[in-house]
């Protein structure tokens, strides 16, 4: 067996040259200093599978984390979702939230966006800002992001159907701006089978969708080099009714299928995996979501170096983002919601996630307040600065119940993912209604369960007393949809119409002969395209997409 000072020179020397130790006391309260690692021989222990299925930070098979220093060096990116309104709104929401320590933005759309209509739309009456921010043009985007330097601070953003259009738009404010393409970091989502799966916001069929997708993967690591195309997410699978493991599996089976699609169009795995985001849940049960962080990252390691051939190591690289489960804060007892995204922060954070968002206790209310975004931010910043885990990496490894939970996670996983590659892949498996079937028995089952008092909700169906207690609501002005009708007419009334018609001809042209799309979004979007008008260029071209009813 390897031993852990050839660990510490060969790889944790290496990572500290590129980024060095924090400069804080890696000390516990009573002077105690841990290492950065603990393996079986500080113990005395002999482990015939440590390598194998535990390993070393930074290498293969990453069950211990992507990176050789982890946290010692770099804490994970505090990563708050926020959008409401207009974007003048949401633009003061980031600029306070960075202000507040946050270290990356994540953009939340409102449902006419999502489902790629402009603000004007008689199909948005009533939802514009409501539950994100409306973008509906460039000129939206140059106002979301006004004075914030787009080099020095990585963007999330959370859209799907319409992925490449607001990309693009962002990449035009970038342009305009004078921004070197290669130097912008962030993600976008662009995951559209947990859209057939879960979520419900799409748009296109299951096969032109996925095209849009491979299109990013083919053009993004010749442009933006930095930048994670794809966020491969199980959150929303989760918030659907999913069990962990269904999650897990699911999320991994729908990377795998798009790793598939994208080598079909003849695109080399070493260019475009290392790209590849990942997005989870983290929910209550707190052992089991650390052990699904770590068995993920295992099987998408073992997959992509022995499944699919990929030589690059950073290939193998699970590398995650994780947000707290709205699904699980209770509109009764709201305070209490507070403790809830503590505990599943800290689960992340030791099951060693990249990335995180942490809900605010009164979503299940309303949009969240100034005051609560900021206590989740904070309740971040208490579990980096003084809970004490980031002074030794993965520190609940060893734990016999923690590998036994990472070992049967990851069987259970396999044996869905073997299932769904059975079936055809997860496009089959959608089209012949699988996992709509599969997360109405778990949630069916998880809410039998809540009814019974099986399992306790505190504040729901147990320890009911009602603490009095007014909770500030945050609501959007309807005032939104004028100020979002009077911007379109103006960008209308003052673009170049020629311009326009190019561009989209050219959106067109590109869908219809099956030619890489990205280009010509990008076009359309310094052209002040509306959103609107290109997602029904490609309606015209692909059609849409009706959810059948299944038995």
Same mark, same amino acid.
């Given at each position: 067996?390897?031993?852990?000072?050839?660990?510490?020179?060969?790889?944790?020397?290496?990572?500290?040259?590129?980024?060095?130790?924090?400069?804080?006391?890696?000390?516990?309260?009573?002077?105690?200093?841990?290492?950065?690692?603990?393996?079986?021989?500080?113990?005395?222990?002999?482990?015939?599978?440590?390598?194998?299925?535990?390993?070393?930070?930074?290498?293969?098979?990453?069950?211990?984390?992507?990176?050789?220093?982890?946290?010692?060096?770099?804490?994970?990116?505090?990563?708050?979702? =926020?959008?409401?309104?207009?974007?003048? #709104?949401?633009?003061?929401?980031?600029?306070?939230?960075?202000? =507040?320590?946050?270290?990356? $933005?994540?953009?939340?759309?409102? $449902?006419?966006?999502?489902?790629?209509? @402009?603000?004007?739309?008689?199909?948005?009456?009533?939802?514009?800002?409501?539950?994100?921010?409306?973008?509906?043009?460039?000129?939206?985007?140059?106002?979301? !992001?006004?004075?914030?330097?787009?080099?020095?601070?990585?963007?999330?953003?959370?859209?799907?159907?319409? &992925?490449?259009?607001?990309? =693009?738009?962002?990449?035009?404010?970038?342009?305009?701006?004078?921004?070197?393409?290669?130097?912008?970091?962030?993600?976008?989502?662009?995951?559209?089978?947990?859209?057939?799966?879960?979520?419900?916001?799409?748009?296109?069929?299951?096969?032109?969708?996925?095209? $849009?997708?491979?299109?990013?993967?083919?053009?993004?690591?010749?442009?933006?080099?930095?930048?994670?195309?794809?966020?491969?997410?199980?959150?929303?699978?989760?918030? %659907?009714?999913?069990?962990?493991?269904?999650?897990?599996?699911?999320?991994?089976?729908?990377?795998?299928?798009?790793?598939?699609?994208?080598?079909?169009?003849?695109?080399?795995?070493?260019? !475009?995996?290392?790209?590849?985001?990942?997005?989870?849940?983290?929910?209550?049960?707190?052992?089991?979501?650390?052990?699904? +962080?770590?068995?993920?990252?295992?099987?998408?390691?073992?997959?992509?170096?022995?499944?699919?051939?990929?030589?690059?190591?950073?290939?193998?690289?699970?590398?995650?983002?994780?947000?707290?489960?709205?699904?699980?804060?209770?509109?009764?007892?709201?305070?209490?919601?507070?403790?809830?995204?503590?505990?599943?922060?800290?689960?992340?954070?030791?099951?060693?996630?990249?990335?995180?968002?942490?809900?605010?206790?009164?979503?299940?209310? =309303?949009?969240?307040?100034?005051?609560?975004?900021?206590?989740?931010?904070?309740?971040?910043?208490?579990? &980096?600065?003084?809970?004490?885990?980031?002074?030794?990496? @993965?520190?609940?490894?060893?734990?016999?119940?923690?590998?036994?939970?990472?070992?049967?996670?990851?069987?259970?996983?396999?044996?869905?993912?073997?299932?769904?590659?059975?079936?055809?892949?997860?496009?089959? %498996?959608?089209? *012949?209604?699988?996992?709509?079937?599969?997360?109405?028995?778990?949630?069916?089952?998880?809410? #039998?369960?809540? *009814?019974?008092?099986?399992?306790?909700?505190?504040?729901?169906?147990? +320890?009911?007393?009602?603490?009095?207690?007014?909770?500030?609501?945050?609501?959007?002005?309807?005032?939104?949809?004028?100020?979002?009708?009077?911007?379109?007419?103006?960008?209308?009334?003052?673009? @170049?119409?020629?311009?326009?018609?190019?561009?989209?001809?050219?959106?067109?042209? %590109?869908?219809?002969?099956?030619?890489?799309?990205?280009?010509? +979004?990008?076009?359309? %979007?310094?052209?002040?395209?509306?959103?609107?008008?290109?997602?029904?260029?490609?309606?015209?071209?692909?059609?849409?997409?009706?959810?059948?009813?299944?038995?």
């Amino acid at each position: 067996m390897r031993k852990k000072h050839d660990w510490l020179r060969e790889t944790y020397q290496k990572s500290l040259e590129k980024m060095p130790e924090r400069p804080v006391a890696h000390r516990t309260l009573s002077d105690i200093a841990p290492e950065p690692l603990y393996t079986p021989e500080d113990i005395g222990v002999l482990d015939p599978e440590y390598e194998e299925k535990r390993g070393y930070p930074g290498e293969y098979p990453y069950t211990r984390g992507v990176y050789g220093s982890m946290y010692r060096s770099k804490l994970w990116t505090m990563r708050m979702f =926020a959008g409401f309104g207009t974007a003048e #709104q949401t633009n003061e929401r980031f600029k306070k939230l960075l202000k =507040a320590g946050q270290t990356g $933005l994540s953009v939340a759309f409102d $449902l006419p966006t999502l489902m790629g209509y @402009d603000s004007d739309h008689p199909l948005s009456k009533g939802e514009v800002g409501k539950c994100g921010v409306a973008v509906s043009s460039l000129a939206d985007m140059e106002i979301l !992001f006004e004075g914030i330097n787009l080099e020095e601070v990585t963007t999330s953003m959370t859209i799907n159907s319409p &992925a490449n259009a607001i990309w =693009a738009m962002y990449l035009a404010v970038a342009k305009k701006k004078g921004y070197d393409w290669k130097k912008l970091g962030g993600t976008i989502q662009n995951d559209i089978l947990k859209e057939f799966i879960a979520q419900k916001e799409f748009i296109f069929p299951p096969e032109p969708s996925v095209k $849009l997708v491979i299109d990013t993967f083919e053009w993004g690591p010749k442009n933006v080099p930095k930048w994670n195309f794809i966020s491969v997410s199980g959150y929303h699978i989760r918030e %659907a009714g999913s069990t962990a493991v269904q999650e897990l599996a699911w999320t991994l089976a729908d990377g795998f299928e798009y790793v598939e699609a994208a080598l079909k169009r003849g695109l080399d795995i070493d260019e !475009f995996a290392p790209r590849i985001s990942f997005f989870f849940d983290v929910h209550n049960d707190f052992f089991e979501e650390i052990a699904k +962080f770590r068995a993920a990252r295992r099987i998408w390691a073992k997959e992509m170096r022995h499944r699919y051939g990929a030589k690059n190591p950073q290939s193998w690289m699970l590398r995650t983002h994780a947000q707290t489960a709205g699904v699980s804060l209770t509109a009764q007892q709201p305070l209490n919601n507070i403790a809830r995204v503590a505990i599943q922060a800290l689960a992340a954070v030791l099951g060693g996630t990249n990335s995180l968002h942490t809900d605010a206790y009164d979503e299940a209310l =309303a949009l969240p307040t100034e005051e609560s975004a900021t206590i989740a931010l904070r309740t971040q910043q208490i579990i &980096a600065y003084e809970s004490g885990v980031t002074h030794t990496i @993965d520190p609940l490894a060893g734990s016999y119940y923690v590998e036994w939970l990472t070992d049967e996670m990851e069987r259970q996983a396999m044996a869905i993912i073997e299932e769904i590659r059975r079936m055809g892949g997860v496009v089959r %498996a959608i089209e *012949e209604g699988y996992f709509l079937r599969e997360l109405a028995e778990a949630s069916y089952r998880y809410q #039998q369960e809540v *009814e019974r008092k099986e399992r306790i909700i505190v504040g729901v169906n147990a +320890f009911t007393d009602e603490i009095p207690l007014k909770v500030p609501i945050q609501l959007v002005d309807p005032e939104v949809e004028r100020v979002q009708a009077e911007r379109l007419a103006r960008v209308r009334r003052e673009r @170049d119409l020629k311009r326009v018609e190019e561009a989209l001809a050219g959106l067109r042209r %590109a869908a219809v002969e099956g030619q890489n799309t990205m280009p010509h +979004f990008v076009e359309c %979007a310094l052209a002040y395209c509306t959103l609107g008008e290109m997602m029904d260029v490609l309606r015209e071209v692909y059609g849409t997409y009706q959810e059948p009813a299944y038995v």
